[in-house]
């Protein structure tokens, strides 16, 4: 199966740690979007399988676009693909945008999936990060969204912003208990280079993160989300009910799909593809018939590395039939050693199917997943 993205690279304000791709200004909208359509088209082949098990709208802020323009990008996508009325169809939303208005116009379009960027309940900490929305915002948001029909709300947390204690994380996290929601996605705050908080790091105007106080929220958040039945199905993804975010499984699991738009990412099974993250140079040449896009064709190694990567973050973890048809080895004979260093340290467990980390072995994902890289 397939997934379709949609990059939407325009937001109202930027956030001081974000470092994807955006533009404040957005006088280039009506050319972007017809861009965006027009890439769909030129893309049309490049999917195997052309019936979706998902479309995700990411951004940037893909909530700033209005019914008409989804209309005109949905009309498009249904010339080249099909999918089911149960088919995941998600959009990232901030609440500021989410009036009733708009959240009646996207349950009518077939979204059936809000991913809110919530960050916190606590307008001081909002106010840190650069949010545009207030706390009380952010609460009626989610509120409203449920009011109008929508079940399936992931709503995103950052931890591990600078306090003296944790009561305001602890505050967050009883209010997002209380507000129901199906699926959390929790994030460690990190200082990216090119962004407003990078800048104040490398002029010594703010302090690095500590790593301590991170560990402890994070810990607060494992215990506080396990005891009110989420399932810990990804480091950074909470669920409730098996209601996992299907679009990001589909990438966790080595599955095919297409990203368009400035900046997107595209996978295919033997290549991986990167449009170039510059809007103006984005819609002159797809106005041109060129897909703006550097090809990056993978080796064995890129595959098992990436499969590796991704697969031992959920708690599916990796097949071992799939490990061993991509090295075309006994993989579990070749990293025995590390293997067997790790399942004694606690922090992994494998069976003749799958291997998988266990919780403590979360904590060191990406470690362990490189020790197992083949070099």
Not at 25 to 33: A, E, G, R, S
Not at 280 to 301: C, D, G, R, V
Request: with cysteine.
């Amino acid at each position: 199966m397939s997934s379709l993205y949609v990059h939407i690279p325009f937001c109202r304000q930027a956030c001081y740690y974000c470092d994807f791709h955006f533009s404040t200004n957005t006088q280039l909208k009506q050319d972007l979007i017809k861009a965006i359509c027009q890439e769909i088209a030129l893309q049309k082949d490049y999917l195997n399988q052309k019936h979706l098990k998902s479309i995700y709208f990411g951004g940037g802020t893909p909530s700033i676009l209005e019914k008409n323009e989804l209309e005109k990008i949905f009309a498009t996508i249904a010339q080249f693909f099909s999918w089911d009325k149960d088919t995941e169809i998600t959009l990232e939303a901030n609440p500021d945008d989410l009036t009733k208005t708009k959240l009646k116009d996207f349950l009518a379009l077939g979204i059936n999936r809000l991913s809110i960027g919530t960050q916190s309940f606590n307008e001081e900490h909002l106010r840190f990060l650069n949010r545009i929305h207030s706390a009380q915002e952010a609460e009626i948001s989610i509120l409203t969204a449920q009011e109008i029909g929508f079940e399936n709300i992931s709503i995103d947390l950052i931890y591990a912003i600078p306090a003296t204690n944790h009561t305001i994380w602890e505050k967050d996290l009883e209010k997002t208990l209380a507000l129901q929601v199906p699926h959390i996605s929790a994030y460690c705050l990190t200082i990216e280079p090119k962004t407003v908080f990078g800048h104040r790091l490398a002029h010594k105007q703010m302090p690095p993160i500590d790593d301590h106080f991170a560990s402890e929220q994070l810990q607060i958040l494992l215990k506080t989300l396990q005891k009110a039945g989420y399932e810990h199905y990804e480091i950074s993804n909470f669920a409730k009910n098996q209601k996992y975010s299907i679009h990001n499984t589909n990438y966790w699991q080595d599955g095919e799909y297409l990203g368009i738009g400035p900046s997107a990412h595209s996978y295919n099974g033997n290549s991986r593809q990167y449009n170039i993250a510059n809007n103006a140079k984005y819609i002159a040449a797809i106005n041109q018939a060129k897909i703006p896009a550097q090809i990056e064709t993978l080796s064995w190694k890129d595959k098992l590395n990436e499969y590796l990567l991704t697969g031992l973050r959920t708690k599916w973890g990796c097949k071992w039939k799939k490990i061993n048809n991509l090295s075309k080895i006994n993989f579990s004979e070749y990293q025995s050693k590390i293997l067997e260093k790790y399942k004694n340290e606690e922090m992994l467990i494998f069976d003749e199917e799958k291997i998988c980390l266990t919780e403590k072995g979360k904590f060191f994902a990406d470690q362990i997943a490189s020790d197992l890289f083949m070099i």
